[in-house]
């Protein structure tokens, strides 16, 4: 099947008289005859669903969609993007362990690795995605567990290099884990150029409609753990606190790390996104394919249209021709990019923010990625506390406009920028 319909019809297979929509299992709980068959469920020697803290059959429907769509063989929906990022780690790196990722990454998941999952003992190296392959390899240690990087940056718009990568984690025994929330798997399915592991906020484009708070997590079921057993403990030793089962022996590879995210994590934890929410996810994963189509025609449109006005000084987008990562867009990104472009108008600081002022369809938000146009200034709102010097540091310029395109006509779009720009 090709990815149009796999978002219409992917994960979710009714039988005869069944529901033709994804029904929401609106309950935590589930009932049982016996509790010896219960006792088999907890042992994980069943499969079935007992706690909505753990599982529950919407979301499986939905994310069995997002494993398909990305070609993997296993998927988990956690709350947030920021819960399907921790458990992405946790799930093989604890105190102790060192994890490599890009400098380019979503500021939420910046704070998450060098303040939060430093304190509880796993360090990061950031080196940047245009650094030598020397660099990159001189971030690595014995007790590293991963390799971590965005597809496209959110904010800085870069293209990782996913093959090469891809390439270094795995000289070092350790997965790849890519964050494709702005490409989406109808852009780029990371898989396919090596990657391992592949997370998402489905806030963004997969919901798309500024509806639900929500991640994922996906398996492409093809590390082997099996070979690096002392550096995945977790994975290829009896775990404990189930009676002893060995994940990578009893789930395969295909399905030894989501089932451990889901029965270790998700118990101890409990990100789980709502039934509901994922019902609503499904709606958007629906119409996935037209819409990242439109998002990128539109970026790709007002990017154009920023290129060639006097009144601004820089414009980052992968689909420009003369853009740094444009020849990284055409290997990884063939049918388009995403909406986002960023940009600084003349007058720096103060000019941005009086630009932003006087747009009329365009509004300011922190959200990105919706049906509805929004615009951020990272230097005054997200990222106000920083001083400009630490702004530069961490790849956000002062002048710096993230201008999210929604699904309008672009000639709107356009205007309104024209008269907000005059
Ligand atoms: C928004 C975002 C996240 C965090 O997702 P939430 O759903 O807001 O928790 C992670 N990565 C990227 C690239 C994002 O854009």
């Known amino acids: 099947m090709g990815i149009g319909t796999k978002c219409v019809q992917g994960g979710y297979r009714p039988g005869n008289g069944e529901p033709r929509q994804v029904p929401i299992i609106q309950s935590t709980t589930f009932k049982y005859d016996t509790s010896e068959f219960m006792g088999k469920l907890f ?69 998450l690795f060098a303040v939060t999952m430093k304190r509880m003992g796993i360090e990061f190296t950031f080196v940047s995605p245009y650094a030598s392959d020397e660099e990159l390899e001189a971030a690595f240690r014995p007790n590293t567990k991963a390799v971590f990087g965005e597809t496209i940056a959110n904010p800085a718009l870069v293209v990782l290099d996913i093959e090469r990568f891809a390439d270094a984690a795995h000289r070092h025994g350790v997965p790849l884990i890519m964050d494709n929330t702005f490409a989406t798997p109808v852009h780029c399915r990371p898989f396919e150029f090596g990657a391992d592991i592949v997370t998402h906020s489905t806030t963004k484009y997969m919901d798309g409609h500024g509806a639900g708070v929500g991640g994922c997590i996906v398996d492409s079921g093809r590390f082997d753990w099996t070979k690096y057993p002392e550096k995945f403990p977790g994975l290829c030793e009896p775990d404990d606190s189930y009676h002893g089962i060995t994940y990578t022996e009893r789930f395969g590879l295909e399905g030894a790390f989501i089932t451990k995210a889901t029965a270790q994590l998700m118990r101890d934890f409990g990100s789980i996104q709502s039934p509901q929410n994922a019902f609503l996810l499904n709606l958007g994963l629906e119409s996935l394919h037209i819409r990242m189509k439109k998002h990128a025609e539109n970026g790709l449109a007002v990017a154009r249209y920023l290129r060639d006005s006097d009144k601004v000084t820089w414009v980052k987008y992968c689909g420009l021709e003369e853009d740094r990562d444009y020849e990284l867009a055409c290997k990884y990104l063939p049918n388009g990019s995403c909406g986002v472009v960023s940009f600084a108008v003349k007058g720096g600081r103060a000019a941005a923010e009086e630009f932003m002022r006087k747009l009329r369809i365009t509004a300011i938000e922190t959200h990105v990625a919706d049906a509805r146009s929004c615009c951020l200034h990272p230097a005054s709102s997200t990222h106000r506390q920083m001083t400009d010097e630490e702004l530069e540091a961490a790849g956000v310029a002062p002048d710096m406009i993230r201008f999210s395109c929604g699904l309008e006509d672009a000639e709107d779009l356009i205007a309104d920028i024209e008269q907000a720009l005059k």
Do not use: W
């Open 43 to 111: 042992d994980l020697e069943e499969s079935g669903y007992f706690y909505t803290r753990l599982q529950n059959p919407t979301n499986d429907h939905v994310a069995a969609k997002i494993a398909e769509l990305e070609g993997g063989t296993a998927a988990m929906l956690t709350s947030s993007g920021q819960a399907a990022n921790f458990y992405a780690i946790f799930n093989i790196a604890s105190c102790g362990d060192h994890v490599v990722a890009s400098s380019d990454l979503y500021g939420g998941t910046y704070n």
